[in-house]
């Protein structure tokens, strides 16, 4: 008691497994949303693609985010209580992305649905960026996680073009989708420099 709350250590074991539980719940909703055409023509199938390609990348950037999840936790040996509501309000925005992925998917990428589509990527991408500086501020500033992230730039990059594809969207949609694709090729491979920061540690 009385102690501040940036002094409190918590194990991080339940959070990540939270976090892993309900990213693999969230996947498994965006796959059953893929309804199975009730014929084989091959044309019902082609119907599928815009629902089809809306899955491929948003599975991709959900395994880009529990990737670098992982990788942050990792850098980081306890969590407090600011991380823990934090990472909520990540998991909050990720939960989120089913729903935008089948509003866009299903009306062909109709002009507010791909809108609200990098709304979404938006805010989880803000509430990643916050769920990193807790992690920082908590780790402190030679901690690998403070190191790893202190000269990367993708999160506010992401950002920025988060902010020019989402007007797009009520220009042509198409464009802003592409976007999101690039957004997710910039972090499709994640830092290597964590690990190493990390592999150094255990030596």
């Known amino acids: 008691m009385g102690q501040k709350d940036s002094e409190f250590k918590i194990g991080k074991g339940r959070l990540e497994a939270f976090s892993d539980g309900v990213i ?22 082609i ?15 959900v395994a880009i985010y529990w990737n670098n999840h992982y990788h942050m936790l990792a850098g980081s040996g306890s969590v407090n209580g600011k991380i823990m509501w934090a990472n909520m309000f990540l998991l909050f925005w990720l939960s989120l992305v089913p729903f935008a992925t089948t509003y866009m998917g299903e009306n062909h990428f109709d002009k507010l649905p791909t809108a609200i589509y990098g709304f979404v990527l938006f805010m989880c991408g803000v509430s990643y960026i916050i769920l990193s500086n807790f992690l920082v501020s908590h780790s402190g500033e030679n901690s ?13 990059w992401s950002l920025l073009l988060y902010g020019v594809a989402i007007p797009i969207s009520f220009i042509q949609p198409y464009i802003s989708f592409a976007i999101y694709t690039i957004v997710a090729a910039l972090w499709f491979v994640p830092s290597k420099m964590i690990e190493s920061l990390l592999n150094e540690d255990n030596k």
């Not at 119907?47 to 950037?61: D, E, G, Q, R």
């Not at 690998?144 to 506010?156: E, F, L, S």
Request: glycine share 2%.
């Open 24 to 45: 693999a719940i969230i996947i498994t909703i965006m796959v059953l949303e893929l309804k199975t055409p009730h014929s084989t023509d091959l044309s019902e199938l």
């Open 47 to 61: 119907k599928l693609a815009p629902t089809f390609s809306c899955y491929v990348l948003s599975f991709i950037y």
């Open 144 to 156: 690998p996680i403070a190191i790893a992230t202190r000269d990367n730039n993708k999160g506010v």
